[in-house]
């Protein structure tokens, strides 16, 4: 019994030691346990209010973005750099964008404007700072934006009107999509592309499209359609006939050794889309045109004919130059462009033209007879060598076509061209709109309305210019005489129009079975035919040329951001990108 009740005791004494070992283990277990969740916790914590720092920046220069990209889109196109040369408070503090003390919890944010550098009427780089605080921690980001202009998305469109877009009658073919600000109507057309409506509250449109419209399938299309007209999606059918992903024998139609799917975007693909609703897409409006005349003098643009020059950069900004234009080019001996000229007043031509640029008019372009491209572009179909075709149809001959004023087309001296058009070209199948205070030399403000100034839309009356005979002018004539108009015009109706062509106001005319290859821009469209109205989009331009061919076309308003970060910003290019 004694020596059993020993060991009992030296056992019990042994158990306890070896608990007392376990729960020191456990506190020191437990207290570096607390001890890293302490420190994982706060830095946990010291992250988030770090990242609420961030974030707080980070809105602060997207609050400022944004609120510049919106002064300057609502900006009148000739004053948009200088308003933003302000922003800074170079020339007056109270001018300067600057916000102190913004909450945004649990975090506050001071951010403001620090300096604008411009580059004549053409860009504007914004650099933005906003700093970010809390109890713990402090962030400071910074950006510079590019505001300037890029070419415009609506050179998408075969067709596009800012307006109620219309296309009634089944002599119409649209190779191309189309596009309408505001509701779109077709009776029976053929649409052989996208048609898109946008809701637009200015002229109370939902945005709806009506009526109804044909289309062809890509066997249909490839069959009927000039090798002018865009290629298809895929521009030829597909090498992959087994659908496996590799090229088997007899699959390599064009024997490069490469299996070829042919898919190529902006082509036909066979269907065409209703596409109601659609957010409104801004007319780049040809306001001041100081911005095109510096671009016509820097890229040294010219208009020619038999080698001799006719336009160096800008026609009529001079006195003693005349301010309007009469063009009249031959198969032997054409029109030839080579890149952006501005003409003051009216242009006025016909006939064959070769080169690759845009000629604006300060006032109306005036197309009186056939427009030919010399050597225009070709799209064989199917297209077998996309990629060579390409490179081939970037050299070949393209021409914009912009008006200050309007686009007519035909002898507007003659009868029958007064009789069958000008009942579209007035009230009640035209209606006001507001248009640009640079507008008033042209005669467009017809009077104002809240400061605002608006046109009546009656294209038919007088617009308080003369032609040089001394007689009065109608928007619809340029300022030629009417004998230079019935002397050069082509006998009988215009068929056939190369050209990208954008207006402001009315593009209108009496034409015959007309082919346009090319694009129509247009406020208010306004067109009689005789029995069939073709469309083949150039689709060079898709991408707005910036893409395929920049021939200096209307340009939008355009923002790029050149650094986001940390610290100072890199340097910038000094070169505008959208040139």
């Not at 070419?151 to 073919?173: C, D, E, M």
């Not at 592309?193 to 419209?213: M, Q, W």
């Not at 491209?373 to 021409?399: C, H, I, Q, R």
């Not at 209606?431 to 608006?454: F, H």
Request: glycine fraction near 10%; include cysteine.
């Amino acid at each position: 019994m004694n020596s059993q009740s020993r060991a009992d005791k030296r056992q019990r004494g042994s158990a306890f030691v070896v608990v007392l070992f376990l729960s020191l283990v456990s506190v020191v277990m437990v207290g570096v346990f607390l001890k890293t969740s302490v420190s994982r916790m706060e830095k946990v914590e010291l992250q988030l209010v770090e990242n609420s720092t961030f974030n707080a920046a980070e809105s602060g220069l997207n609050r400022v973005v944004e609120e510049i990209w919106g002064i300057y889109q609502r900006t009148s196109p000739e004053l948009r750099i200088a308003r933003l040369d302000e922003m800074d408070g170079k020339r007056d503090e109270n001018l300067q964008i600057k916000y102190v003390d913004q909450r945004l919890d649990p975090s506050t944010y001071d951010v403001f404007v620090r300096e604008v550098r411009t580059v004549g009427g053409d860009y504007a780089d914004v650099e933005i700072v906003c700093t970010a605080k809390n109890t713990r921690a402090t962030k400071t980001l910074m950006t510079v934006v590019r505001f300037g202009r890029q070419p415009s998305r609506i050179f998408n469109h075969a067709y596009f009107v800012n307006n109620f877009g219309w296309l009634w009658g089944s002599g119409i073919t649209m190779n191309g999509d189309v596009r309408s600000n505001g509701n779109f109507s077709s009776r029976n057309a053929m649409v052989n592309g996208d048609i898109l409506a946008a809701e637009n509250p200015e002229i109370g449109a939902e945005g709806t499209v009506e009526g109804g419209s044909r289309h062809q399938s890509v066997a249909e299309y490839n069959a009927s359609v000039p090798d002018v007209a865009r290629p298809t999606n895929p521009s030829a059918p597909s090498e992959d006939l087994n659908q496996n992903g590799r090229l088997d024998p007899g699959e390599d139609a064009n024997d490069n050794g490469v299996l070829d799917t042919y898919e190529r975007e902006g082509g036909y693909d066979g269907d065409s889309e209703l596409l109601p609703q659609q957010a409104m897409v801004e007319m780049p409006y040809l306001g001041d045109l100081d911005y095109y005349r510096r671009l016509a003098r820097r890229e040294e643009g010219t208009l020619s004919q038999g080698g001799h020059a006719l336009v160096e950069g800008v026609l009529g900004d001079d006195a003693a130059e005349a301010e309007s234009i009469l063009l009249v080019g031959t198969e032997e001996n054409p029109i030839e462009i080579n890149g952006p000229v501005v003409i003051e007043t009216d242009v006025v031509i016909r006939g064959y033209i070769k080169g690759q640029g845009t000629i604006y008019a300060g006032r109306n372009v005036h197309i009186i007879g056939d427009l030919q491209y010399v050597d225009g572009p070709s799209w064989e179909k199917p297209l077998y060598e996309p990629a060579e075709t390409w490179k081939a149809n970037k050299k070949k001959d393209m021409v914009g076509l912009a008006a200050k004023g309007s686009i007519l087309i035909g002898d507007y001296t003659q009868s029958y061209w007064r009789d069958t058009i000008r009942r579209y070209q007035s009230p009640p199948f035209t209606v006001p709109y507001i248009v640009d205070p640079t507008d008033a030399p042209n005669g467009y403000v017809s009077y104002e309305r809240d400061g605002t100034p608006y046109f009546d839309g009656d294209y038919t009356a007088y617009d308080g210019g003369r032609k040089n005979d001394g007689s009065n002018r109608r928007y619809y004539e340029s300022s030629l005489d009417d004998d230079d108009i019935r002397a050069n015009a082509k006998e009988g109706l215009v068929t056939r129009i190369d050209a990208i062509m954008y207006t402001n106001h009315l593009f209108s005319g009496r034409v015959g079975s007309i082919t346009i290859n090319g694009t129509i821009v247009a406020r208010d469209e306004a067109c009689v035919y005789s029995s069939k109205f073709i469309v083949n989009y150039d689709i060079r331009v898709r991408g707005s040329g910036y893409e395929q061919i920049d021939i200096y076309l209307p340009r939008e308003p355009s923002r790029q951001v050149l650094y986001w970060g940390e610290g100072a910003a890199e340097e910038v290019p000094a070169e505008d990108p959208a040139q």
